[in-house]
């Protein structure tokens, strides 16, 4: 955990005014006395007096300093799933009884202890510490709304509100799990750890061939010369890096989202699948970069590898924000394809319209490898109205179709399913990649 | 409108802490029996006084609560024939019952569990005003028995000094605390 860092510096020091409790206190007590006086009612006298002694009681005990709050919050930038804590420290409020803090309810953000509300006892320091952890449960970036403190004086009597600042609070995907046995050819860096199908310095034994000038002596094979007539060396496969680019559909989010402990929408496993494939190719050295179009704001990381650069693509996928507007969607469908001819094209989309599939053909058609994740959830079609659900039917027909479509022009779509999801495109790949070529 | 005010309600209840359905059910439990001493038997009354009650019970911080005391008073003003019977002890714990349920839920968020010390400050209270309701009646029962003439300006004199006595000590010791 970072160092708290300070979201409000003292919120304004706000008078103590009497509550309702307190008018209602007066109002008897003042009542019943003069009724029973004026009218020589004792029982009015025997209802006044306590009322009376309330008022007293808590006018003597009235606060009289201005309370202050300043908040504090452990950590702004969150994995999903993570919590942090929020701390208050209340100061001048001697007199006051109690400090209670309520939270506004922000989506997708728990509060702990009591779902945002904390009531704590304030001693005769005037000092008190408010602490409540909070828990992100979706990706994305988003603003805590003030809390608001409210110190009381005794009888609940006298109050004043306090309120903190907003808080921006950044919540980082938490990558699905994502392994892909595979391997990966036709690479065009420099380094990594995916193999070229060319022969060249690497890690991975190809074959053996006969000692030619410039080879270096620990290449020689010394058992395998030592049974022949001269030296030989053993060829590797060169070990190269690949790029693989993103380009996520976030024109729309269908589905419920619960957050990482629910259902996930289209847009959740769109963001989780690219933060974990994202995650797996650069730990093997690969360069990545994530293009977006439907957004409000055109999403662009450029090719990079590391792990200030993996930092980096998780926060960019925070901005994801769907645009909802076909016009947005058509002008992103003008600016140019963002991907280069050696890069592995991997496209995230719900496939509702037909707007990813006709990018993914086009891709397909400049000759780059292309496949497209399915990210629509299974439960979209759940809706209590039965209009919605028929509509529901009749598009996911037209959509199979389409899918039939595009697999026929040789763009494989396969459903998002964690491990293993890129395997089998990924091999057939390699098995294309190395079958024998016909050169004219 | 009222649907959605309803849907709120319910939603904010759901998340109640069980201390604070004691807290409702007192001040529901004491509006109950405000309005039996008080001899409220119109039906129109009795639905005032319950649904005031009702409204302060869910919105400690409204004035709701002042509301369903004044129409008790006024009623036992009305009704009550002898003001020196031991029914007059009980609607004043009642009052006080009522209106110090109202003052912690109005204090507290509606999810949370007391504290300890809170609690424990808060039910020697409701004991202490008790305790000084029983005692301004037992002044009164002397005042009106032995025929003083002025018992109700004696008594609230009486009541008044010891409370202004017990006053100046509670805020001496608040000064020397401090």
């Known amino acids: 955990m970072t160092e708290p860092r300070p979201v409000d510096e003292a919120g304004d020091a706000a008078p103590w005014r009497p509550t309702a409790a307190h008018l209602r206190a007066v109002a008897v007590a003042f009542g019943t006395l003069i009724v029973g006086l004026l009218f020589g009612r004792p029982d009015m006298v025997v209802v006044g007096v306590p009322f009376a002694w309330i008022v007293l009681w808590s006018t003597i005990d009235r606060p009289r300093g201005h309370a202050a709050a300043s908040a504090r919050i452990g950590n702004t930038v969150l994995r999903e799933g993570d919590a942090t804590a929020w701390r208050c420290r209340v100061e001048g409020a001697a007199g006051a009884e109690v400090v209670a803090a309520r939270t506004t309810p922000t ?98 034994f190809s074959s053996l061939r006969p000692f030619a000038i410039g080879d270096r002596i620990r290449r020689i094979n010394w ?135 006709d990018r993914a053909v086009e891709l397909g058609r400049h000759g780059l490898r292309v496949v497209v994740i399915d990210t629509l959830p299974q439960q979209v079609t759940a809706d209590g109205d039965a209009f919605t659900r028929l509509a529901w039917r009749i598009r996911l027909l037209d959509r199979r179709r389409e899918i039939r479509r595009v697999q026929q022009a040789g763009i494989p779509v396969v459903r998002w399913r964690g491990p293993g999801s890129l395997d089998q495109f990924l091999r057939d790949a390699a098995r294309r990649a190395s079958a024998p070529r016909l050169r004219t | 409108m009222i ?79 002898d003001a020196t019977t031991p029914d007059t002890a009980a609607l004043a714990i009642g009052l006080i019952t009522f209106h110090l349920s109202l003052a912690v839920m109005a204090t507290v968020p509606q999810a949370i569990t007391l504290d300890p010390r809170l609690r424990r400050r808060w039910l020697l209270r409701l004991a202490g005003l008790a305790g000084i309701a029983m005692t301004t009646w037992v002044l009164v029962e002397v005042f009106t028995r032995r025929a003083l003439g002025t018992s109700t300006a004696l008594a609230t004199a009486a009541v008044l000094a010891i409370a202004a006595g017990a006053g100046a000590v509670r805020a001496s ?6």
């Open chain 2, 3 to 81: 649907e959605r005010l309803v849907g709120e309600l319910w939603a904010e209840m759901r998340t109640a802490s069980p201390e604070r359905w004691v807290l409702v059910a007192a001040a529901i439990g004491s509006a109950i029996v405000l309005a039996a001493l008080a001899r409220v038997d119109h039906p129109l009354v009795l639905a005032c006084v319950m649904g005031f009650a009702a409204i302060a019970a869910l919105q400690p911080a409204s004035n709701a609560g002042l509301a369903t005391m004044a129409i008790v008073l006024a009623r036992w003003l009305a009704t009550a024939d």
């Open chain 1, 223 to 357: 058992p395998r010369s030592l049974r022949s007539d001269g030296l030989q060396v053993n060829a590797t496969w060169a070990d190269r890096d690949t790029h693989v680019a993103f380009i996520a559909d976030a024109a729309d989010d269908f589905g419920r989202s619960d957050g990482i402990d629910g259902a996930a929408s289209s847009l959740d496993t769109t963001v989780r699948a690219i933060s974990a494939i994202a995650e797996h190719h650069i730990a093997r050295g690969d360069r990545v970069s994530v293009r977006s179009f439907g957004t409000v704001t055109q999403l662009t990381v450029p090719p990079g590898t590391g792990q200030m650069h993996l930092r980096r693509v998780l926060d960019a996928l925070t901005r994801l924000r769907p645009a909802n507007d076909g016009l947005t969607i058509r002008r992103a469908g003008r600016r140019p394809l963002p991907v280069t001819g050696a890069a592995l094209t991997v496209m995230l989309s719900p496939l509702v319209t037909r707007d990813a599939l």
């Open chain 1, 107 to 204: 989506a997708w953000v728990e509060w702990w202890p009591h779902g945002g509300a904390d009531a704590v006892f304030v001693d005769s320091t005037g000092t008190v510490d408010v602490e409540m952890r909070m828990r992100s449960t979706r990706w994305g970036r988003r603003t805590i709304d003030p809390v608001r403190l409210t110190a009381a004086s005794s009888f609940g009597a006298f109050q004043t509100l306090l309120t903190t600042g907003h808080v921006g609070l950044v919540t980082l995907p938490l990558p699905a799990s994502f392994d892909a046995d595979a391997p990966m050819r036709t690479t065009d860096g420099l380094v990594g750890l995916a193999r070229s199908s060319h022969a060249g310095e690497g890690s991975e």
């Open chain 2, 173 to 178: 010791l608040s000064r020397s605390t401090r």
